[in-house]
């Protein structure tokens, strides 16, 4: 690591002029490309105060040997000249955005003779129009066979073209009526192109002509009594409208747009893109990228525009984003000056387009989702993640087993922890556990982890004390000491013993996790927590955090857990909620199970009702006896109920009270 102070630049030596500047390392390497609307004042703030610069960037200071520095005229040249450096040099930390797919386009080979449709990938090609991307390739060939109908466009490859026309016999697209065969020479060269021209035209939005057309033709043959010819254009007409409805319209006819949203966290982040042509989407594609460098969402934006932009022709009037970019007027005008007209770059606000951009945040968030899971199957990931967290947390074993629990709660109601765990780096499911908190009152997370460490282990400690395990833990050669149940061939639940518990907090409630397996006894556990902020690692009495590199294995796995554990706490506290707000009189009549209540409230339409009906008349429903409507009656109105209760037995007998028994 090199100190900046060796390679910082003399002072005044430095312009204030806008300017792109590139950071090297000791091999003469390019690691890091930046612009400023001024270089003196953008240089100077990594060399000023070394520990007030974000960890990444202190890291890509140490790195560099030498920095230099090109002045320019406009901040627009500033960002033109940026995207190429980094095009050329790959710099290690700048944000470098990479398909998380190959996407597929429909495209239009205008430059042959006799244009081709065909779905292509990879580098465009000049004088070929592309439509899409799409997200998959049978979508577009769906559309295309729809198309063909309509407009009998060539769709064969050369080898094909050049033998059937050798062998003067269309293939089979064209004796059914889906190729104009100019193969044969069934249609010229200009009628080919014209055909070829249409189908870009619909393709691109112009759907309305088309449509209006193949009506009145078809008006005219069944008014000439060519019937047949009325319903082939019937037929290609509802060919039209089948392509159409698989593009879905969600804004006005007029409206051509990209929208872009963003999921991140403090590691890495997705896009996705939907293009809007014509007010319908024409295709969807997605990136992703590690974030290296401290960035936000709007630095974020403007990586994204210059690198996907720069090279694009097909520049929108109008870009959505969720964030303004820092030079809002030069990204502006570069884009405009790519298009060759005017282009808006804008957040929306309110109204169907901040409605759809939503849906892109959603996609978004779901390729980032499944980005992390992508990553977190690998194997050598997994291996190398666990190492780096026994390197960090200086395990004495990797930490093969890692349980996290997370605490979820509305302004102290309805408390309740999750329990997730992962093996081998991949979560366990089926081992997940849920917990009510019973013995905290109100908002406590602290004293709340102390009670969910302390339940699951005394499980634990009850499990192995029924098999003799607490004297043979951790020898797994020892077959009779196996936590499995003989009974069912299963696991017990919370035999197994996790290498690591990972609490979601930072010193308090890892104070709290520990002190509960100390009071328990349980000493071969390690605890750590991870605080959300930083996403630091917090040891049991330590002042000092541990703090994993940010874009390492190690902390990608962490995250991964604790998010798995607040999905999954979150979801049982709503579930929760969700219960206590529908809760019913009817749940307290003893001996009254789900489905008879359902018949009761079906059959009389409210409790309201229900309340006010007489014993015979709650008799009527289908399944209750006179006793046992005589007893709901009863229990409603707060009198006793009749010996035997509803369902005919005796008090404190009988599944439903035993099942409540259990219950609590």
Not at 365 to 374: D, I, N, S
Request: proline content about 6%; hydrophobic content about 35%; some cysteine.
């Amino acid at each position: 690591m090199a100190d900046p102070a060796t390679y910082r630049p003399a002072p005044g030596s430095i312009p204030e002029s806008p300017g792109v500047y590139r950071f090297r390392d000791e091999h003469g390497r390019v690691i890091y490309v930046g612009k400023a609307k001024s270089l003196r004042q953008r240089l100077n703030s990594y060399f000023a105060d070394f520990s007030v610069l974000h960890p990444r960037t202190q890291t890509m200071v140490q790195t560099a040997a030498r920095v230099d520095w090109t002045v320019v005229a406009t901040e627009v040249e500033a960002l033109q000249l940026e995207y190429s450096w980094i095009k050329e040099f790959d710099p290690r930390f700048n944000v470098r955005y990479r398909d998380d797919k190959s996407y597929p386009y429909l495209a239009v080979t205008l430059n042959e003779d006799f244009p081709r449709v065909m779905v292509m990938r990879g580098a465009k090609r000049k004088g070929v129009r592309y439509f899409g991307p799409y997200s998959h390739a049978w979508a577009i060939r769906e559309t295309v066979d729809q198309l063909l109908r309509v407009f009998p466009v060539r769709t064969c490859s050369a080898g094909v073209f050049k033998r059937q026309h050798q062998l003067d016999r269309p293939c089979l697209l064209g004796y059914i009526g889906k190729c104009s065969a100019p193969c044969v020479g069934r249609v010229s060269p200009e009628e080919h192109r014209l055909l070829a021209e249409d189908f870009c035209d619909f393709m691109a939005g112009h759907t309305t002509r088309f449509t209006k057309r193949l009506e009145r033709y078809m008006r005219e043959a069944a008014a000439s009594q060519e019937y047949e010819r009325a319903a082939r254009l019937r037929d290609d007409i509802r060919a039209l409208e089948r392509a159409l409805e698989k593009q879905t319209v969600v804004l006005a006819d007029t409206t051509d747009c990209d929208m872009i949203a963003f999921a991140e966290d403090e590691l890495e982040a997705a896009v996705q893109v939907f293009y809007v042509r014509g007010g319908r989407i024409r295709g969807q594609r997605g990136w992703v990228v590690d974030k290296v460098e401290d960035v936000t969402t709007a630095d974020l934006v403007e990586h994204f525009l210059i690198q996907i932009y720069s090279e694009s022709e097909s520049v929108p009037r109008e870009v959505l984003v969720p964030a303004m970019p820092p030079e809002e007027e030069a990204m502006t005008e570069l884009l405009c000056e790519q298009r060759g007209g005017p282009v808006r770059l804008r957040v929306p606000q309110r109204g169907d387009k901040k409605t759809l951009l939503e849906t892109v945040a959603r996609n978004a968030h779901e390729a980032l989702k499944q980005h992390k899971t992508r990553r977190a199957s690998d194997l050598t990931t997994r291996s190398r993640a666990l190492q780096e967290i026994q390197d960090a947390l200086e395990l004495d074993d990797a930490p093969l087993r890692i349980e996290c629990y997370d605490v979820s709660n509305l302004q102290g109601t309805n408390v309740v922890a999750s329990m997730v765990v992962f093996e081998d780096g991949l979560a366990r499911k089926a081992e997940y556990r849920r917990f009510t908190i019973k013995a905290v009152e109100g908002q406590d997370d602290v004293r709340s982890i102390h009670e969910v460490i302390t339940r699951r282990f005394k499980r634990y400690l009850a499990e192995s004390e029924k098999t003799g395990e607490l004297d043979a833990l951790g020898d797994p050669e020892d077959g009779a000491h196996q936590p499995i149940d003989p009974e069912t061939g299963r696991p017990r639940k919370f035999a197994y013993p996790p290498n690591l518990v990972l609490v979601d907090g930072g010193p308090p409630q890892v104070a709290a996790a520990q002190r509960a397996l100390d009071e328990l006894g349980v000493d071969d556990i390690a605890v750590c927590g991870i605080a959300k902020r930083l996403e630091e690692l917090w040891l049991p009495g330590e002042s000092d955090p541990v703090i994993l590199p940010r874009n390492s294995e190690g902390m990608f796995l962490v995250q991964r857990v604790r998010d798995e554990a607040h999905r999954f706490a979150i979801a049982f506290h709503r579930q929760r909620r969700s219960k206590s707000m529908t809760v019913s009189e009817l749940d307290n009549v003893p001996g009254l199970g789900p489905a008879r209540r359902a018949a009761l409230l079906k059959h009389f339409g409210s409790l309201k009702r229900l309340k006010d009906a007489t014993p015979e008349q709650v008799a009527e429903v289908p399944g209750i006896g006179r006793r046992s409507a005589e007893g709901i009656v009863a229990a409603l109105h707060g009198t006793a109920v009749p010996s035997g209760g509803p369902g005919g037995r005796g008090a404190g007998t009988g599944g439903d009270g035993e099942h409540r028994g259990r219950r609590s």
